[in-house]
């Protein structure tokens, strides 16, 4: 009936103007973020009368510190080898070009040029750290290098952030054989290595045994990283690989190699239950108690538990291989360890206390993956941990202000010059604010919950929910996991970029050529 219709279309048109109005609005708002962050305002200069602050690195940690900083309460200097910050949840997407490496990355000078009083950056590695005469000592890494290329940095206060190194537990022919996936160059790497395995095992002439041995990847660990790499090749192979080399795809296999008796330990028991059910229908193999104890060019041998106890020793050949069994300490934080006699019984990082200061110095705290504070290595511990330093710093800026201004008034008052009341009364106005920001709470970490991208679409999340706990898998999770991810991406940048990659990889595919 005619009425009814009307109705219909006003409604409709209504929601029409509605979704343009939003989408103009969201436009409009993404040209202002821009422009913002094209345009910051002008700095000035760090006052070289205030402390020294050093940080070191540029990961989660630094960066989270970096970002909430009121940088003009003291010099800041940061140095790190990398200069720039990197969203790692997506880096396995790098290794098979779903996203390009550099919409990941964003660089640490465009983040210091947005604070407002200037900071220095100085792209280095720390070579160690002397708590006694409070320098550190830098040594320039990178190919090029000028007439200096090691030097020392005084502080007052020092920040530690560099995180962890991968661990092979001392295994022989790990490091020779293996790719890692921490960094950019890893994942460029393994990005590389899978496409000369393709191309060689479609190699003229290539027997079945070496085109079974190439198209066979392997991944060693069976955590997060392990399990997220394998999902994201198993995707690679099966919408690229598989149309483009069909006479070798038959033969492309990959193995996920676990010593403990599940993938994701830390995991909720049902989304473990899940997580293996869907990697076995996406026809990944995986070998749990199975403990890899050497590695040859092209061979893997492991240990496998047999259900009466005994042990089996099996030999693995393998085209790629991927370690990525967790972390280890780096050697700058090993030998921190050894200079500070309270420190003698860390083995897994510096140990820190409730405000991050570690044990047994004075002015030095550590966050992130090299520091040990009681919670898992992730992303969210570090940037919560470097949240709670900047709060810290801050506050700890505003006391001396305003220590310095009460003891200012009160020698007013003494002298009995000016306005005595006035000035009594800001006394207590500060006091007030001093106690305040004093009562500084320890650190806390809150856990939002775990997520892991487990191929074909799919995602597991052990996320917290009201007071509870909720562990949901599949392709709605995995539509959270990719909203979640996106949101949390560095910058405005970051987050057009990693969607632009995403529509171009649907749309044309991911781009196989090996650069
Ligand atoms: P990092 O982020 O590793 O940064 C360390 C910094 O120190 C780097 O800039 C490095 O260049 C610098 N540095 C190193 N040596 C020195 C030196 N000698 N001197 C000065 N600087 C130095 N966690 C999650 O919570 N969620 C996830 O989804 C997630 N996904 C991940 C995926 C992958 C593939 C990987 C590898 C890790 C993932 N993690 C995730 C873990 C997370 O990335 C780490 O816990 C986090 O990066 C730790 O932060 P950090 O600041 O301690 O160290
Ligand atoms: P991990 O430490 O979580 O897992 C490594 C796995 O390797 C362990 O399960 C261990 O049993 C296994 N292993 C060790 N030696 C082995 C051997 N010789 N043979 C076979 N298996 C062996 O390491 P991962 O995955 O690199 O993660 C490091 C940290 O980063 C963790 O804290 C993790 O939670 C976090 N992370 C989080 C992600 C997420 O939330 N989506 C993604 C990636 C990492």
């Not at 070579?127 to 502080?155: F, L, M, N, Q």
């Not at 960094?183 to 395995?197: H, L, N």
């Amino acid at each position: 009936p005619k009425p009814k219709s009307g109705k219909l279309r006003r409604t409709l048109r209504w929601a029409w103007r509605l979704t343009y109005v939003s989408a103009a609005g969201l436009v409009g708002y993404t040209c202002y973020i821009v422009y913002e962050d094209r345009h910051p305002e002008p700095q000035f200069e760090a006052d070289p009368t205030k402390k020294t602050l050093v940080v070191l690195g540029t990961g989660w940690g630094s960066v989270a510190l970096l970002k909430k900083l009121d940088t003009e309460n003291y010099n800041v200097v940061v140095v790190s080898p990398r200069n720039y910050f990197l969203f790692t949840p997506l880096l396995p997407s790098c290794t098979t070009g779903t996203i390009e490496h550099r919409s990941i990355m964003e660089p640490v000078r465009t983040i210091l040029r947005h604070k407002k009083a200037a900071v220095k950056f100085y792209e280095a590695e720390a070579s160690s750290i002397d708590p006694e005469r409070k320098v550190i000592k830098i040594v320039d890494s990178s190919e090029v290098k000028g007439a200096t290329s090691e030097t020392e940095i005084p502080y007052d206060m020092l920040v530690i952030g560099v995180g962890a190194e991968n661990a092979t537990f001392g295994i022989p022919g790990v490091r020779e054989n293996s790719c890692f996936l921490k960094e950019i160059g890893d994942a460029q790497q393994i990005r590389k290595k899978i496409m000369d395995c393709v191309e060689t095992a479609a190699f003229k002439g290539q027997t079945v045994e070496e085109v079974d041995r190439l198209m066979h990847m392997v991944v060693v660990g069976g955590g997060p990283t392990g399990v997220e790499f394998a999902g994201e090749l198993q995707d690679f192979f099966e919408e690229d690989i598989k149309k483009l080399v069909p006479e070798i795809s038959p033969r492309f296999k990959v193995t996920l190699i676990e010593a403990l008796p599940n993938v994701l330990p830390s995991f909720s028991k049902q989304l473990i239950d899940y997580t293996e059910n869907t990697l076995r229908e996406e026809k990944i193999d995986i070998k749990t108690k199975t403990m890899v104890k050497r590695v040859t060019e092209t061979t893997v041998e492991a240990e496998v538990s047999r259900p009466d106890g005994g042990k089996e020793r099996m030999t693995i050949p393998y085209g790629l291989l991927v370690w990525a069994t967790g972390n280890a300490v780096r050697p700058i934080i090993k030998d921190l360890i050894l200079r500070i006699p309270a420190q003698k019984d860390s083995r897994r990082g510096l140990a820190v206390n409730e405000y991050l200061v570690v044990q047994g110095t004075r002015d030095i705290w550590a966050i992130g993956d090299c520091a040990v504070a009681g919670y898992a290595p992730t992303a969210q511990v570090a940037s919560q941990e470097g949240n709670f330093l900047a709060r810290l710093f801050n506050n700890m800026a505003k006391t001396e202000t305003h220590e310095a201004r009460i003891q200012e008034l009160s020698s007013k008052l003494n002298l009995q010059s000016g306005n005595s009341a006035e000035a009594a009364q800001e006394i207590e106005s500060l006091e007030r604010q001093l106690r305040r920001i004093k009562d500084i709470k320890p650190f806390r970490y809150s856990h939002q919950g775990s997520l892991a991208y487990i191929g074909s679409e799919k995602a597991v999340a052990d996320v917290s929910w009201w007071n509870g706990n909720l562990a949901t898998g599949g392709s709605m999770t995995y539509f959270f996991w990719r909203s979640a991810y996106l949101s949390m991406c560095f910058s405005t940048r970051n987050r057009v970029l990693v969607i632009l990659d995403w529509l171009k990889s649907k749309a044309f595919g991911r781009d196989v050529s090996r650069e």
